[in-house]
């Protein structure tokens, strides 16, 4: 298959190929997106097909306005208002709500599940594109389990020949997935953390709680698959064991192994570059990355989840 590289203003020829049933790779402002009709089944399967996604691992819808919710969600009359308030604050933005699915939504999408994921992005060519297509369900634009395509070349890399189009745009802003937040429980659960930061969204729900779950117990289908991950081996230093990279160091460059040493920092830059420093370290042929830890607050706590998910080790 022949992929056709989109340019901004070629957003309309990217939604006729999401109408026809097919696959457009389409910059957000957390990362790639890998898209197809969030209500044609068919469609949706080309991306696990393509993506080499588990069938059990559901997908965000990407909409441009709240009508589009009402089409693909039910409102329980007792949440009206607290997802009023959370749409208003956060959205676009990169924020996903999970909430009972309406019955048009393919279970393709939500893998059998009978809630659904959803985000107003905030990006204005992801926003044309959705608005002249239609809702557009969405995982990173990345190979399953690869860290996440943050940028068009990225997903060039990945998708070239295998899907209709991708639409070349910059870099992505934040670098990281978006938070999730699941608002069907009795609590409000935050099951990813990402580009909304935790703590201002506890500001608008104040009794949101963190899903601890170990992974193969996590709520969120997503999280119980290793991540993000490069070829080469990640090796993370807790704060207390930062001693130890020395060591460590010394050790692998004795057997003549090639390593990286990356310093985290609880930047929004760290955070933008994290999975291209990663995509980087393959093309160097790089064997371990030794990367250090941050606080988890702020953007802290999305950047050591993608860390701790993509580690071979973790060194306490
Ligand atoms: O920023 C983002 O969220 C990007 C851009 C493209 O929007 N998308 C993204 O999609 O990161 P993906 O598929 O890589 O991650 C979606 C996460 C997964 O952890 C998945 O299990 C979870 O959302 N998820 C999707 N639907 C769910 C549902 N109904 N209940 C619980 N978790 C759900
Ligand atoms: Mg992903």
């Known amino acids: 298959m022949e992929t056709e590289i989109l340019d901004s203003n070629e957003v309309k020829k990217a939604a006729e190929f999401i109408k026809k049933g097919e ?43 709240k009508r589009q919710l009402f089409e693909i969600a039910q409102i329980r009359e007792d949440k009206k208002e607290l997802i009023s308030k959370v749409i208003e604050e956060f959205w676009p933005g990169p924020l996903t709500i999970v909430l009972k699915k309406k019955e048009n939504v393919p279970e393709e999408v939500t893998a059998g599940l009978d809630t659904v994921a959803i985000r107003i992005p905030n990006n204005e060519i ?121 060591s460590y160091k010394g050790n692998f460059e004795e057997k003549g192994k090639k390593i990286k040493l990356l310093r985290s920092s609880k930047t929004n830059s760290f955070a933008k570059n994290l999975f291209k420093e990663f995509r980087d370290a393959d093309k160097e042929k790089i064997e371990f990355i030794l990367v250090t830890s941050v606080d988890e607050k702020g953007i802290g706590l999305p950047i050591m989840n993608r860390l701790r998910n993509a580690a071979s080790e973790v060194v306490t």
């Open 126 to 246: 992801a926003l044309e594109l959705i608005e002249k297509s239609g809702p557009i369900a969405a995982p990173s634009a990345n190979i399953s389990g690869k860290p996440s395509g943050t940028c068009f070349e990225h997903v060039l890399e990945d998708f070239k020949g295998k899907i209709s189009g991708i639409i070349k745009s910059k870099a992505c802003d934040i670098g990281l997935e978006s938070t999730v937040i699941d608002l069907t429980s009795e609590k409000p659960l935050l099951l990813r953390p990402g580009g909304t930061d935790f703590e201002e969204i506890k500001k608008v729900i104040d009794n949101l709680e963190i899903h601890n779950k170990k992974l193969k117990e996590a709520k969120s289908p997503g999280m119980r698959y290793k991540h993000y991950s490069p070829d080469a081996k990640i090796i993370l230093f807790e704060k207390n064991a930062e001693d130890k990279i020395e």
């Open 23 to 65: 696959l457009v790779a389409f910059p957000t402002e957390t990362v790639y997106g890998l898209g197809a009709n969030a209500l044609d089944k068919e469609a949706v399967k080309k991306i696990f097909e393509v993506k080499g996604r588990p069938p059990k691992n559901p997908l965000i819808v990407h909409i441009a306005s």
